[in-house]
Every structure is written in structure tokens, then in C-alpha cells.
């Protein structure tokens, strides 16, 4: 039996078992899990460190490498977001609604756990942990595979989990790691059918493209983040020079960083220049437009490609538009439907761009960098949906489970 058939094995018995698991006995395992991250993180950090030596030796950009680093305040993170996860109401078994028919029957609608969640994930070590917390609060088994890059940090994350979880009571095989990351093993977990009930790719274009490409099994599909701040004519510009900054610099490796800045020209003359010097203190590649380029000629030019690119690094498109209308236009021309921002204090403008802008989040005179599950009060999320079917945008728990028809009767039989 292969690896990736006995864990799939493990995951799907023990999902059976884990619906009947109560409420006490996750959030004691998880309890567990938090405190365990802590007390073992030097045991994490050293297995990150060969990780990240064996990036640099790959010539990996900082900016991936930042990705990949666990530091005590990290890991301190990721197990306050485990907690977080502990202190949200139980889903499960929650009965959405329920009515009455004319002929006496009961019928309600009832959460329920989907089963077995597969992941496929590369580079953020984070994401081991958010996807088992959030699958064990919802009375999923899980199954991780990451990528190679970080599988040393993967497995130690895995360890202590296994250790803290199955010691309060979860039954093992319902938190279970990949060791082999190879493209084959992934393809084959693609098709597990019988076995995997949900599949959630978290990571690059090619990743989730290839997911949606060859996958049997039921995927959510969590695109890429193509993310654009909008600073309309009407914007305060020193708000828009804080989100900007913020938005393209202070993580610039995520999803949620912005990609690309949108400027009204009625405003260009007077905020480009600010701008421009403030991203290439942090030493921001600028790639801009002939318009942009009038005004601060000290910039390389942007390519149509460019406009399509998440760059994942110090790097950001620029284009000066002609009001909300084109910055709408122009952003659901090349977005990729996950988070955009528009800095205004223009009511209509507000409200015409959230309306209007087809993404997973938008937001007015805030940072695209707060589309995530911790920052919306889900604790963590297993992944950030740009589709529109089942979930979108941060995947929290109640995207993690299923509905059952409940059905009380009195003895009616149909005509």
C-alpha cells in the first residue's frame, strides 16, 4: 500500500469517527495543540531552519524565504489562532432552519461535517496548522500535502499536532501529512475519489490550475491574488499613501498584497510623485504607464502582461485612470476575483465600486491586506475562495461543512 493510499485510508475511517465527537473533546484538543506549538517551538524552528538553508541554497527570493520562516512570534500566531479556532461556536450539529408542511412532516437542515478535506498547498508553513485547526473544529479528518519546500517544518508541525490531539481524545488517522511531495503523488490525491470529499489547492496559478485541470474530487478552487488599490479624485492622500504602502510592502509575498495602483488623474500630478519616492524608499520596482511616466519619468514601463501578474514581491504596476468607471473596468479586466480597494471619499464612488467589482473582498479606504480569516474573526481559514458556488472569500468553518435533511414524521407515507 502506497503512503498516499494508507493515509487516505486512515483519513476516511477515521472521519466516521470523528462525527461523533463532541464539542469538549475537539476544543480540548485544540487547547492542546495551541499550548504544544509553544512549548515545542524550538523543536519547529529547527526543523524550519533546514528548510529555509536549503532554499537559499536554491536561490529562492527573500521574499519567498520570508514566507516560509517560522519565528517564535510566528509560531506564537499560529497557535493564537488555533485558540481563536477553539473559542468559536461549534457548527456542527447546528439546525439551520426548520418548517412545517401541510401534512405534518418536520423537515430541517443540519450541519454536518464534510468528511475528508484534502489540502495542496506550497510554501507557508502556517497553513498546516490553520487547515488541521479549522478541519478538527468542524469534524473533518484532514489530509496536507505540502510542498517540498518546506516538509521539513511540515512534519514537525504535524508531529506535535498528532501528539497534542490524539493524546485528548481525536481519533488518529484524522490529521495526517504527505511526506512524499512529488507531482505524481499529488495527482494521484487529486483523484481519490471514494476517499477525499473536498479538495482545496492554496498557492500559485500553476498550482491551483493544474488543481482544477485534472482533479476528480470536488475542488474549491482559491485563485491567485491579482489585487489592486483604486485612489479615486476625491481620496485623502495621505490615507492613500498608508494603504498603498501597506498594502503592496508590509507582506509583500501573499495573496492579498496589492499588485497593482490605480490612480484618478485628476489627483496624479500631485500623488504619483509621493508615491513613487515612498515605494522605492522600500525599493518597490515601479513599472508604469506613459501617463504615470509624464509625471515621474524614473520608472521602468508596464506591459499589458504585467497588468495580469501577481508578483509576490517588491514589484507594482501603475496606471492612471480616468475615474471610477475605468478603475472598474480595468480591474475586472485582469483581477483575479480574490481582494481590491478603493480610497475615496466619495459616497457614490464607494458604493458604485462595490457594487461593480466582481472579487471575493472589497473594500473602501482599507488595506486589501486584511482579506484573511484571522482578520475577519474566523480565527484562521483554510483558504481564501474566488469562485462564487459553496464559499467565498476566507474560508471559516461553515465553509468546511455540509447540510443533511433532517425529517420528523408521524407516520405520513405518500400518496
Not at 323 to 338: F, P, Q, S
Request: net charge negative; glycine share 6%; charged share 25%.
Amino acid at each position: 500500500m502506497t503512503e498516499l493510499l494508507e493515509k487516505c485510508t486512515l483519513a476516511k475511517d477515521a472521519s466516521f469517527k470523528m462525527a461523533g465527537v463532541s464539542t469538549v473533546t475537539k476544543d480540548n484538543a485544540l487547547d492542546a495543540i495551541a499550548s504544544a506549538l509553544v512549548s515545542r517551538a524550538d523543536e519547529i524552528i529547527a526543523a524550519n531552519a533546514e528548510d529555509i538553508k536549503n532554499a537559499r541554497a536554491k536561490g529562492t527570493r527573500e521574499a519567498m524565504i520570508d514566507r516560509l520562516t517560522l519565528t517564535k512570534e510566528r509560531i506564537d500566531g499560529i497557535a493564537e489562532g488555533v485558540r481563536q479556532v477553539r473559542s468559536l461556536a461549534d457548527p456542527i450539529g447546528e439546525v439551520v432552519k426548520m418548517w412545517k408542511r401541510p401534512n405534518g412532516l418536520e423537515i430541517g437542515q443540519k450541519r454536518v461535517p464534510m468528511g475528508v478535506i484534502a489540502i495542496i498547498y506550497e510554501a507557508r508553513p502556517n497553513v498546516t496548522v490553520d487547515a488541521a485547526a479549522l478541519c478538527l473544529k468542524t469534524s473533518n479528518a484532514c489530509i496536507l500535502r505540502g510542498g517540498s519546500e518546506a516538509i521539513n517544518s511540515n512534519k514537525a508541525l504535524m508531529r506535535v499536532m498528532q501528539d497534542a490531539a490524539y493524546g485528548a481524545g481525536l481519533p488518529e488517522g484524522s490529521l495526517n501529512i504527505i511526506e512524499d511531495t512529488s507531482r505524481e503523488t499529488a495527482a494521484e490525491l487529486m483523484k481519490m475519489n471514494g476517499y477525499v470529499d473536498m479538495l482545496i489547492p492554496r498557492g500559485g496559478k500553476g498550482l491551483i490550475k493544474s488543481v482544477v485541470d485534472n482533479a476528480t474530487v470536488p475542488v474549491v478552487e482559491t485563485a491567485a491574488g491579482n489585487c489592486h488599490v483604486y485612489v479615486d479624485g476625491s481620496a485623502d492622500l495621505g490615507m492613500a499613501k498608508k494603504i498603498v504602502m501597506n498594502a503592496k510592502v508590509q507582506r509583500p509575498s501573499v495573496c492579498n498584497a496589492a499588485e497593482t495602483l490605480l490612480v484618478d488623474k485628476k489627483i496624479a500630478d500631485k500623488f504619483i510623485p509621493v508615491i513613487f519616492d515612498a515605494l522605492k524608499e522600500k525599493n518597490v520596482e515601479i513599472r508604469a504607464d506613459k501617463n504615470a511616466k509624464n509625471i515621474y519619468a524614473d520608472v521602468l514601463d508596464v506591459t499589458d502582461e504585467d497588468y495580469y501578474t501577481e508578483y509576490n514581491d517588491y514589484i507594482i504596476a501603475v496606471k492612471v485612470v480616468d475615474g471610477v468607471d475605468e478603475a472598474i473596468a480595468h480591474i475586472n479586466k485582469y483581477n483575479t476575483k480574490h481582494s481590491e480597494a478603493i480610497v475615496t471619499n466619495d459616497y457614490a464612488a464607494a458604493q458604485k465600486f462595490l457594487n461593480e467589482v466582481d472579487a471575493a473582498a472589497v473594500y473602501v479606504n482599507a488595506s486589501t491586506r486584511f482579506t484573511d480569516g484571522f482578520e475577519f474573526g474566523f480565527g484562521a481559514e483554510i483558504g481564501i475562495s474566488t469562485q462564487k458556488m459553496h464559499a467565498r472569500g476566507p474560508m471559516g468553518l461553515e465553509a468546511l461543512t455540509s447540510i443533511k435533511y433532517i425529517v420528523y414524521g408521524s407516520g405520513q407515507i405518500r400518496e
